[in-house]
């Protein structure tokens, strides 16, 4: 039987559907929400996910200001430009685009986006309220795999819940929110990644498999337990010489193969991929309505 797929663009187009009232009611209190992204050198991933953002906002008629530098510009350079940020009114959302180039402390920069603004809630302030379970922004893309789980009815509670991968940016948060105790969480969590022996043994007992360890097509059917909820965050370009650009995405799963054997499955693209930006919006927006309060 093949597995259901779970459609994340279809879901991130509703998700930006029930922000346009929370956005219409901001603008006739007289608050237009604002996201700022600064991007740093000219990496062409960072440049398309930038892009992508921009486009969201626009689309949602939430403002975006871009602050496109080089890759030489200094760490003190970078937190003159966030402590501006910080101190404007029109800016209710930062995000810094990482990986930042390795002459800049990433910590030292996200952590200097005040609280009420962390929307990728990257700082260790944010991180460490995810932890103890208090309310506070979520990074966009663990907060939008809980609601793809959440709407397709998937109940974590009581179920093993296997993450392939330790990112902060992925991995440690999105552990943390399924063990919660609260609805929506309760899972048994089991984290692998790169020094794990035998990952297979781990994922073999998932019943929600999340791989987010950034090797094209690393799951294949015989590491998923026969109907898991497979999650592939995993966003990579291999060569193919067929397609129009002469490459393609591929996600961390064999989708193809895996689908004979899950129960239920998120393609790449078209998975987490857009929740992750829906996600995003929706932390802006929350930040703009906290800020007329």
């Known amino acids: 039987m093949t597995a259901e797929i779970i459609d994340g663009k279809a879901t991130a187009n509703q998700i930006k559907e029930e922000l346009k009232p929370a956005i219409e009611e901001l603008k006739n209190k007289g608050i237009i929400p604002g996201l700022a992204a600064v991007l740093l050198g000219e990496d062409p991933a960072s440049q398309t996910y930038v892009a992508m953002k921009e486009r969201a906002c626009e689309r949602l008629g939430i403002n975006s200001f871009v602050h496109h530098l080089s890759e030489s510009t200094t760490e003190s350079e970078l937190l003159a430009l966030v402590e501006k940020l910080n101190a404007d009114d029109k800016v209710h959302g930062i995000l810094v685009q990482l990986p930042v180039p390795d002459h800049i402390d990433s910590n030292k920069i996200l952590d200097s986006i005040v609280q009420a603004k962390d929307v990728d809630g990257f700082s260790a302030d944010s991180l460490g309220k995810i932890m103890s379970g208090r309310e506070h922004f979520v990074p966009a893309t663990p907060l939008g795999i809980m609601v793809l789980l959440d709407r397709y009815g998937i109940d974590p509670s009581g179920k093993h819940a296997v993450i392939v991968g330790r990112s902060n940016i992925v991995g440690k948060p999105l552990a943390n929110l399924l063990m919660q105790k609260k609805k929506g969480a309760n899972a048994t969590v089991t984290i692998c990644h790169s020094r794990t022996p035998d990952i297979s043994v781990h994922t073999r007992q998932a019943d929600i498999l999340i791989a987010a ?38 996600g961390d799963v064999d989708f193809e193969a ?13 998975g987490v991929g857009p929740m992750t930006i829906a996600m995003l919006m929706s932390n802006v927006v929350k930040a703009a309505e906290k800020s007329g309060l």
């Open 213 to 250: 360890i950034g090797v094209p097509k690393y799951i294949k059917p015989d590491m998923v337990k026969p109907g898991a909820v497979v999650i592939d965050v995993g966003i990579n370009s291999v060569d193919d010489p067929t397609a129009k650009r002469g490459y393609r995405l591929v």
């Open 258 to 270: 895996v689908k004979e054997v899950a129960g239920a499955i998120t393609p790449v693209p078209g």
